[in-house]
């Protein structure tokens, strides 16, 4: 959750070092007092510096400390260039932790008035700074503690988002309450920014939905509108309650308010919309990710690139793209973000990747599979071999989220959807953990989750996940119960889960010998995701029927190997039809109601056999996945491949083109 602490970079007052706070979306100005003090060339350097013009200022920094190593003021400029223009945030620190010593080596850890003492005061700020965007919270509160001592107004609300991330709520609360009752508005906005985070990570759903209310109102009503990390915190807080309508009037209200540092509307819109089955315009919000973060400043421009990923990687997930989204969660699992301005636990991010990793080779191994099907026995053996492979990297995933989530009890935060404990985990992956950590677990972990849980309508989440863990350890009965409870009290406006519990229900169904049960939620499950099915691994039962032609019987043949299908006396009708001039495939319910239909036809050059294959492979890319054009070059774009990145030392050239935001999530 993006947390916008809105403090301006080393912009100090003529009197008393203090801060300002601004709703724009530009690098604030850094003013030079009339009384500055510095050499000539310190104070040349320092004017590029305001300028934004950050190449020339650091050329003409490092050119001092070459004659002058001892220079607080190049330390201080070459640090700043470090931090914004290049994102080079330990060198940043080096810079300006030795800028601090000389100063007080040269001058005093007491400035007096007569010392140039705002240098010292811009120094101390910025360190507090790099100390943030290096997660050394610890050592930020010590800077802050001695700034507090030598300068007023003190940074008193500013505390709250480092005792927040060390997990110390109570004092967290109170810093931002003390920053409350400042006269100063900037510590207003930083306190009731602090108090939504703060909530939302204590787990108190409600007071953080209140908090980040407040903290909208006020930015609506002091800067006359919100920017977007107001907004997409308001919008998490939303979906923590299930509030789905909400969260999306206010992440696309966040898409057109001005651009915040931390946050990415787009990014947010696209977990919903998949999460919706919306997919067309999850697409959509996927391809607007990379333009809203390249407008970013370059210290912040990846503080979300993994979140992107996992986006990405859950959406090419359900749309059936199982080598596409492995590609990104290889990258997404060796190349965390940078998390200082993030309140989630960044384990927790993990584990959600790995499991997105785990189920794209178990599709991956699905996919192989239905290949196999259609090929000669020597090649449909090695291409079995494959999808063996693919099962075990599964595997080897599942092992790895198991190992993240046995830690600090995260297994039971990832249950908790919507919550800062489950790290925006997407409710119809959570069931594939009844695999990974096994289904006792998993039944034991939802009884803890819904014990502490008293959100209206994060019961019926609980049911689907018992259900399942149930069906897994062979209680077919009371996995029918908690599956068609769930279906009673699912939110309809997001049909994965429900699709994810209709096929559990199928199957639970047929372990009960109820089959006329089982086929009418088969039916439902293919109405609300068809893409279910393969990813849970699902044999339909099928009653199929061809006509006399070498073709239609051919076709029957590879079906009767698809891992889609069981031919059984009871069953869905899989009807194929073929002659001279074309063929088709065609899925019907028991009621003779079209569910999916294929329909292919020769081309000059393809023998019967390759016809027959090549039907094959049509009906199962178009009956078990929903249609969605993707091209490679939207691959690429999605992720950012395919585009000119803005360097990060891009800043150098054209200055900062940052918003105001210094703390986030």
């Known amino acids: 959750m993006r947390r916008d602490l809105r403090v301006l970079l080393c912009a100090f007052l003529l009197a008393a070092a203090g801060l300002r706070s601004s709703a724009s979306a530009e690098t604030p100005a850094l003013p030079m007092e009339l009384t500055e003090q510095g050499s000539a060339d310190e104070l040349e350097a320092w004017r590029y510096l305001q300028q934004e013009r950050l190449i020339r200022a650091r050329e003409l920094a490092e050119k001092i400390l070459k004659r002058r190593p001892d220079s607080y003021v190049a330390h201080f400029i070459v640090g700043y260039v470090h931090h914004y223009g290049e994102a080079d945030f330990p060198r940043a620190l080096y810079h300006q932790r030795l800028a601090l010593e000389i100063y007080e080596r040269k001058h005093s850890r007491k400035p007096l008035p007569s010392d140039p003492w705002r240098w010292h005061a811009r120094i101390f700020r910025e360190l507090a700074q790099v100390h943030a965007d290096l997660e050394n919270h610890r050592e930020r509160l010590v800077i802050i503690a001695r700034y507090n001592e030598l300068y007023d107004p003190d940074m008193i609300a500013e505390q709250a988002w480092s005792y927040m991330k060390m997990r110390r709520f109570p004092e967290a609360r109170l810093a931002a309450r003390k920053g409350l009752s400042a006269p100063d508005p900037t510590q207003t906005d930083v306190a009731l920014n602090a108090?939504?985070?703060?909530?939302?990570?204590?787990?108190?759903?409600?007071?953080?939905?209140?908090?980040?209310?407040?903290?909208?109102?006020?930015?609506?009503?002091?800067?006359?509108?919100?920017?977007?990390?107001?907004?997409?915190?308001?919008?998490?807080?939303?979906?923590?309650?299930?509030?789905?309508?909400?969260?999306?009037?206010?992440?696309?209200?966040?898409?057109?308010?001005?651009?915040?540092?931390?946050?990415?509307?787009?990014?947010?819109?696209?977990?919903?919309?998949?999460?919706?089955?919306?997919?067309?315009?999850g697409l959509g919000a996927l391809k607007e990710i990379p333009r809203y973060r390249a407008k970013r400043p370059p210290h912040v421009r990846n503080s979300d690139r993994n979140e992107a990923r996992r986006a990405l990687a859950a959406y090419l997930l359900v749309v059936g793209r199982a080598d596409d989204a492995l590609r990104i969660t290889d990258k997404a699992l060796v190349m965390p973000d940078r998390r200082g301005h993030n309140s989630r636990d960044p384990g927790q991010d993990r584990a959600i990747v790995a499991l997105l990793d785990?189920?794209?080779?178990?599709?991956?191994?699905?996919?192989?599979?239905?290949?196999?099907?259609?090929?000669?026995?020597?090649?449909?053996?090695?291409?079995?071999?494959?999808?063996?492979?693919?099962?075990?990297?599964?595997?080897?995933?599942?092992?790895?989220?198991?190992?993240?989530?046995?830690?600090?009890?995260?297994?039971?935060?990832?249950?908790?959807?919507?919550?800062?404990?489950?790290?925006?985990?997407?409710?119809?992956?959570?069931?594939?953990?009844?695999?990974?950590?096994?289904?006792?677990?998993?039944?034991?972990?939802?009884?803890r989750a819904r014990h502490k849980d008293r959100r209206p309508g994060a019961g019926a989440y609980y049911d689907a996940f018992s259900a399942e863990a149930a069906l897994d350890m062979k209680r077919p009965g009371e996995a029918r119960k908690l599956a068609q409870r769930a279906l009673r009290d699912l939110n309809p406006s997001e049909p994965l889960l429900p699709a994810r519990v209709h096929a559990l229900a199928a199957l639970a169904s047929e372990a009960a010998s109820k089959p006329v049960d089982a086929l009418r939620h088969y039916d439902q499950a293919f109405q609300l995701d068809p893409g279910v099915l393969r990813r849970l691994a699902i044999a339909l039962p099928v009653r199929l029927s061809h006509n006399a032609h070498p073709v239609a019987e051919r076709v029957a043949e590879m079906l009767q190997r698809s891992p889609r299908f069981e031919v059984a006396d009871q069953g869905l009708h899989l009807r194929v039809r073929a002659h001279a001039g074309e063929g088709s495939i065609c899925l019907e319910s028991t009621q003779g109601a079209l569910i999916a239909c294929s329909k292919a036809k020769p081309e000059r050059r393809h023998s019967p056999e390759v016809f027959a294959q090549n039907l094959v492979a049509t009906f199962h890319k178009e009956a078990f996945a929903p249609r969605v054009d993707l091209s490679q070059g939207d691959l690429n774009s999605l992720d950012g491949s395919n585009r000119v990145a803005r360097d990060p030392r891009e800043a150098l050239f054209e200055g900062n083109d940052a918003g105001d935001v210094v703390e986030g999530e």
């Open 195 to 281: 108090l939504c985070a703060i909530e939302f990570e204590a787990g108190n759903d409600g007071s953080s939905y209140e908090a980040c209310r407040a903290a909208l109102d006020h930015a609506r009503q002091s800067h006359g509108r919100a920017n977007a990390v107001d907004l997409t915190n308001f919008a998490e807080a939303s979906r923590s309650l299930f509030r789905l309508d909400e969260a999306e009037r206010t992440l696309l209200e966040a898409a057109k308010a001005p651009l915040a540092w931390y946050g990415n509307p787009w990014l947010e819109l696209a977990e919903l919309y998949t999460r919706q089955g919306r997919f067309a315009e």
């Open 358 to 447: 785990h189920q794209g080779h178990q599709l991956a191994a699905q996919l192989e599979r239905e290949k196999a099907a259609g090929l000669p026995f020597f090649k449909r053996w090695w291409q079995r071999l494959h999808s063996l492979w693919q099962t075990w990297q599964g595997w080897l995933s599942g092992q790895q989220a198991a190992r993240l989530l046995g830690e600090n009890d995260r297994l039971v935060g990832t249950l908790r959807i919507g919550t800062a404990e489950s790290a925006i985990t997407p409710p119809w992956l959570v069931g594939d953990l009844s695999k990974v950590v096994g289904p006792a677990v998993l039944h034991t972990a939802v009884d």
